[in-house]
């Protein structure tokens, strides 16, 4: 069992940026991929970033690919997701997620209570 709890999210003006932390317990969450998703209101949950247990590999969605970083230390259990040049359309329920990463797609298996992103334009 994981559970994961966000931090970071706020109202920020369009081109700031935010820093989301994701602190997860449980002694096994160095062997889980983990992930960033948004929802916005009325739409589906979409796939923002992963990163694989290691660290060695990141993988982002198209559209927040050069402005948005994800990042995780395995000694604190948190992954970070670094959010620069922020947009009005970046805002959303920010939810991290652990699982795995395979074949192209991230597939989940523990999800976070999510944290607020606003950027106002």
């Known amino acids: 069992q994981v559970q994961l709890v966000e931090s970071g999210g706020g109202l920020v003006q369009a081109g700031g940026s935010l820093r989301l932390s994701c602190a997860a317990s449980?002694?096994?969450?160095?062997?889980?991929?983990m992930g960033w998703f948004r929802q916005a209101p009325g739409k589906e949950r979409d796939f923002v970033a992963a990163?694989?247990?290691?660290?060695?590999?990141?993988y982002y969605s198209d559209s927040v690919k050069g402005r948005f970083t994800i990042s995780r230390d395995n000694a604190k259990n948190t992954v970070y997701l670094q959010m620069n040049s922020l947009k009005p359309e970046d805002t959303a329920l920010y939810y991290c997620?652990?699982?795995?990463?395979?074949?192209?797609?991230?597939?989940?298996?523990?999800w976070g209570q999510g944290t607020q992103v606003t950027v106002s334009s």
């Open positions: 997620s652990a699982g795995d990463y395979g074949l192209g797609s991230f597939i989940p298996d523990y």
């Open positions: 449980g002694r096994t969450f160095r062997s889980y991929a």
């Open positions: 990163i694989s247990w290691s660290g060695g590999s990141t």
